[in-house]
């Protein structure tokens, strides 16, 4: 019997630790985009705080007491809106292109990446399909789980965004596997995943070049192979204990992207292998506690969603994380919690407030 029950702190607190922890780690690395860009730096540290921190904290406390249940009334709709939103970023006026990719809105006053809209709208709107049919009929899941990951992954794959793809698929095949699916259609559907994959791999130059370097960071040092390099000598150089807080000296001319998607290399350098493992425990902790939540929800739909939530946030930052000591390819995604991206911490925090409400509601064992 199902009882309502203060939302999990246990959850809360290892958020919290991640994005107060976080913020400081991004305020180091800031430090490198200080020496760059100069006068960028105090407003990109701005609206990191107000969009992200203090502006996510407040989506988090709303989220918390919206019933998870509200969602399934809506969810059509917010996968909707999230699909027109993310194809905006192929209009002329507002959508705009970094380094050959289509990824952001730029409205004047504010530049967000609406994948993470995305995201969220395909969780929600997947856990309401596989929620409601019958686990003895594969097509009736196959189908719309076809169809939904199909939008979704065209347009991620247009932009291009292929991280961003590879993490909604993880999130899509938990949430299919946690349904209840047959083996034979689980088979399928990583089947049809390895056959994406490999295809978006062959039409896509920088994907090659990305694998070449991941089996030999060496072939192209000044080149495709820079971020692995540079990102491996910061790890290295930070030892069991690093050189301290705000001492890194990678970030300040060797390494791309400081603040976003190498954040962690220059977390390393400074706070050390230990630094790195207490990092990592905590989003373990998260990830068991979410995983832990998933499996007392009162329903399939507040379970899925919670499942998604957690693979969406686990499966980018272990690949942010595993990208720079070169256990995968290089992504280009940014590590969730800590990295640059106001309205991108913004939707993560929004997301976990889903989960805690599902907490609320969850089963007394």
Request: aromatic share 14%; net charge positive.
């Amino acid at each position: 019997m199902a009882k309502v029950k203060p939302f999990d702190k246990i959850t809360l607190l290892s958020v919290v630790f991640l994005v107060l922890g976080g913020f400081l780690i991004f305020m180091s690395a800031s430090l490198g985009l200080l020496a760059r860009e100069g006068p960028q730096f105090s407003q990109t540290a701005s609206s990191q705080f107000l969009i992200g921190v203090v502006g996510g904290f407040i989506a988090l406390f709303i989220a918390s007491y919206i019933p998870y249940r509200w969602y399934k009334k809506f969810s059509l709709y917010i996968f909707a809106l999230s699909v027109l939103v993310t194809l905006m970023v192929f209009l002329p006026v507002i959508g705009l292109e970094l380094n050959g990719a289509k990824r952001w809105l730029d409205l004047g006053f504010i530049t967000f990446q609406p994948a993470e809209l995305l995201k969220i709208g395909y969780v929600l709107y997947l856990a309401v399909w596989l929620s409601a049919r019958d686990t003895k009929k594969s097509l009736a899941k196959i189908i719309p789980f076809g169809i939904i990951s199909g939008i979704t992954a065209g347009i991620l794959l247009l932009q291009p965004d292929t991280g961003t793809f590879a993490v909604i698929a993880a999130a899509g095949g938990a949430m299919f596997v946690a349904s209840g699916a047959k083996i034979r259609d689980i088979a399928i559907i990583v089947l049809a995943g390895i056959f994406v994959l490999t295809l978006v791999i062959s039409v896509r130059p920088y994907a090659q070049d990305r694998i070449k370097t991941f089996f030999n960071p060496s072939v192209d040092s000044q080149g495709a192979g820079w971020q692995t390099n540079q990102s491996l000598y910061a790890v290295g150089s930070g030892g069991m204990f690093g050189r301290g807080f705000g001492q890194s000296v990678q970030k300040f001319i060797y390494l791309p992207e400081p603040t976003s998607d190498s954040i962690f290399a220059v977390y390393s350098e400074e706070f050390g292998f230990l630094g790195g493992v207490v990092l990592i425990f905590a989003f373990m902790l998260f990830a068991l506690r979410g995983l832990w939540i998933a499996a007392r929800a009162p329903d399939m739909f507040g379970g899925l969603i919670a499942v998604g939530i957690v693979i969406l946030i686990m499966s980018q930052s272990f690949l942010n994380i595993g990208s720079m000591i070169n256990i995968f390819p290089i992504t280009g995604l940014p590590l969730i919690f800590v990295s640059h991206g106001g309205s991108a911490l913004f939707m993560a925090l929004f997301s976990v407030g889903i989960l805690l409400n599902i907490s609320r509601a969850r089963r007394i064992s």
